[in-house]
């Protein structure tokens, strides 16, 4: 006779909340329910846009620059320009990233009060 350990029960699966739906960007956009979070598909296109307005921006400062005084022309288009494009960057970056943290934090934080209610 062999003694076989109990094998313990398996956790409950998680159940989908909802069906899976395959809906547009726009679609998403104009959902007054928000049953789906459009800021993952927005984040990419705010980074470019902000860094195009940044590189606007350097740009426009430099020729203001050059049309006040050669030398602060010259020390906008080498020095000042590229570091301040660079914590403007760094800044955009940062933003975008903790809101689209908080956005996932968020649908975490469903997952998790769904596999609460389960067990519970």
Known sequence: MTDTP????????PTPTSQPTTQT????LFDVRFSQYVTPTVIPVL???GMIGIAVGYLSYTIVAFSVSSTLGLLTLLILGPLFALLALIWLRVTLEFYLSLVRLSGDFGDWREEWRLRH
């Open 25 to 28: 960007f726009f679609t998403s």
């Open 47 to 49: 980074y470019v846009l």
């Open 6 to 13: 109990p094998q313990p029960a398996s956790p409950p699966q």
